[in-house]
């Protein structure tokens, strides 16, 4: 996975996390924007949190990929971290 896939993974979770948002905030049905449509308000929001937590993924990724780079290491090694150690991280 190179930088541009990378980012657009980020695209395609942030155009699903504003539909997930917009569907909420205009009290349209809460299944539009998620994979079978019949979903309850409950699995927008489990849908949210894990698209969330995909891009904080996905970020981290980036950075460490840029981090590599940077220091005039091969930015093919960084890998993806497990989402509970990206989330864990202090801001």
Known sequence: MN??????????????????RDTSSTGGDPGEGVPGGDATEEDRRTRLRRVEEQLDQCWDLLRQRRAKEDAGESPQEAEARPIDQVEGYRQ
């Open 3 to 20: 930088d541009q896939d990378i980012m657009a993974r980020i695209q395609a979770l942030v155009d699903e996390e504003h539909t997930l």
